[in-house]
C-alpha cells in the first residue's frame, strides 16, 4: 500500500522584517546576513498568535469536512508549546472543529518532531489504511534582539494530511536514523529564548548527515545517483549549504550541478521566512514543489532536531501533486506580507500577555488568535 502526504498547506504571519535593515540597525555588513547567513526576509508573529493560532491556520487551509471525518490521527510536532501539559492538539480539536474520536498528541524533539510525527503517521496508516492522521509542524524561532542568533529566527506553520495512495508525496519507508546526547541547543522551561551553541551545532549537523547518508547508501545499496534532490532542514538557508558542500568531492559534477540548483528552489521560501524549527525541513520541501519538483522525482529529505536526533529517508513525488499544492496561493501568502520596521518589531517583540489579559478582536487581523489568559489559561477563538 502506497503511504504519504496527500495534502500540504502552510501559514506564515502577515509581517515580516527585511534582513538587510536588521544588519544595519545591528552595525553589520548586510552581506553576512543575506550571503554568510542566506537570510532575506524574517517572518514577525503577532503577540495574539502562537504555536497552537499558527497550527490551526495552517491545518485550516487543507481539511475539509471529509478530511476531518477520516482523521484518526492528530500530531503537533513544535519546540514553543503554549503549556508544558495541555498538548497543543487539544487546542485545536475546537478550532479546527474535529469530532472527538481522535488520537491527539504533541511531539517534542526540538527540530525533528514534525518528522517523528509523519513516521509516527505512516505506521498509524499502514494498520488502519481507511484512516488518514494529520500532521502539524509550528514554532516561533526566537532567540532574543541583538544576539547573534536573532537574524535565523522566524515563525509559521505546515500542516500535511497522510493516508493511503497521496497525491503528493509517497513516503518510500526506506529510512535511516540516530540520536546522541549532544549540546548544541536548548530552552529551559523558564526561557521564551533559546541558547545555542550556533558553530557546534552546524558541525553536529554535518557530521549527522554525513554519517547517516553513509548508513543509508550502505542500508539500501543506493547513491546519489539514486536521487536528483536532496532536501535539508534549514533553519537558515547556509546551515543547509554546508550539508550539501559535503558531496561536492564525491559525486560527479553534472550530479553536484542538479543537487546545488534543485536546493536553490528549495530555499527559495526558507529565505523569505525564516526558522520554522519544526517546519523548516517541510518549508523547503514546499519551496521545491513549488519552483523544482517533477512528477516521479525521487527525493531523498535530512531532518535534524538540536539534542540531537537525525534522519534521512525517500520519497516519490506523486505524478498529480500540481493538482493538489495550490502555487499561486502559497506564493501570494508571501508576497501579501507587510513589512514592519526594525524599531516595530522590537517593541512587538516585548509584548507579552499576562494572566487577565483580554484581547479586542477589532485589533486582531488572523483568522485564529488568542483571546484571552483567565486563571492562567490560554483561550482561543475563531474570527467570525
Ligand atoms: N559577507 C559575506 N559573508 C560573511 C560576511 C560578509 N561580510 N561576514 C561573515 N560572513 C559569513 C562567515 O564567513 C560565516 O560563513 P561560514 O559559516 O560559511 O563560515 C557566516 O557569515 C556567519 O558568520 P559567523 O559565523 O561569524 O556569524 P555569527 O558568529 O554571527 O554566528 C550563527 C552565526 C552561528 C549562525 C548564529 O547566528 C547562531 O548561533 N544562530 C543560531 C543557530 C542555531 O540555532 N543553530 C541550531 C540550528 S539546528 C536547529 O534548527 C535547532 C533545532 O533543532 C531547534
Known amino acids: 500500500m502506497d503511504i504519504g502526504i496527500d495534502k500540504i498547506g502552510f501559514y506564515v504571519p502577515k509581517d515580516y522584517i527585511d534582513i538587510v535593515e536588521l544588519a544595519k540597525a545591528r552595525n553589520v555588513d548586510p552581506d553576512k546576513f543575506t550571503i554568510g547567513i542566506g537570510q532575506d526576509k524574517q517572518a514577525v508573529p503577532q503577540p495574539y498568535q502562537d504555536a497552537v493560532t499558527m497550527a490551526a491556520s495552517s491545518a485550516d487551509s487543507i481539511l475539509t469536512s471529509e478530511d476531518k471525518k477520516d482523521i484518526g490521527l492528530l500530531i503537533v510536532g513544535t519546540e514553543s508549546s503554549v503549556d508544558e501539559s495541555k498538548s497543543s492538539a487539544a487546542f485545536l480539536m475546537d478550532l479546527l472543529e474535529l469530532p472527538e474520536d481522535i488520537r491527539a498528541f504533541e511531539i517534542k524533539q526540538a527540530c525533528y518532531g514534525a518528522t517523528a510525527g509523519l513516521q509516527s503517521a505512516y505506521d498509524f496508516v499502514s494498520l488502519n489504511p481507511d484512516k488518514k492522521a494529520l500532521v502539524i509542524a509550528t514554532d516561533i524561532a526566537r532567540y532574543g534582539i541583538k544576539t547573534p542568533g536573532e537574524v535565523t529566527q522566524g515563525a509559521g506553520s505546515v500542516a500535511m494530511i497522510i493516508s493511503k495512495d497521496p497525491r503528493v508525496l509517497k513516503l518510500d519507508h526506506k529510512s535511516v536514523y540516530m540520536t546522541r546526547n549532544v549540546g548544541d541547543f536548548w530552552r529551559p522551561t523558564f526561557s521564551k529564548t533559546a541558547f ?189
Open 196 to 384: 545555542a551553541r550556533g558553530k557546534f551545532s552546524n558541525q553536529v549537523y554535518v557530521d549527522f548527515f554525513q554519517t547517516l547518508w553513509q548508513k543509508f547508501q550502505n542500508k539500501y545499496s543506493m547513491t546519489a545517483d539514486d536521487f536528483s534532490t536532496m532536501l535539508f532542514h534549514i533553519p537558515y538557508t547556509k546551515m543547509g549549504t554546508k550539508a550539501l558542500r559535503t558531496l561536492e568531492e564525491t559525486v560527479s559534477d553534472t550530479k553536484y550541478a542538479e543537487l546545488t540548483k534543485h536546493y536553490q528552489e528549495s530555499i527559495k521560501f526558507s529565505r523569505e521566512v525564516g526558522n520554522l524549527y519544526t517546519g523548516s525541513l517541510y518549508l523547503g520541501l514546499l519551496s521545491y514543489l513549488v519552483y523544482g519538483a517533477q512528477p516521479n522525482e525521487q527525493l531523498l529529505l535530512f531532518s535534524y532536531g538540536s539534542g540531537a536526533v537525525g534522519e534521512l529517508y525517500s520519497a516519490k513525488v506523486q505524478p498529480d501533486f500540481e493538482q493538489v499544492v495550490d502555487k499561486s496561493a502559497l506564493q501570494k501568502m508571501l508576497t501579501n506580507r507587510q513589512k514592519l520596521s526594525i524599531s516595530n518589531y522590537e517593541k512587538m517583540y516585548q509584548i507579552e500577555y499576562q494572566d487577565g489579559t483580554i484581547v479586542d478582536p477589532i485589533t486582531v487581523d488572523t483568522k485564529f488568535y488568542l483571546s484571552e489568559i483567565k486563571e492562567n489559561e490560554r483561550l482561543y477563538k475563531k474570527s467570525k
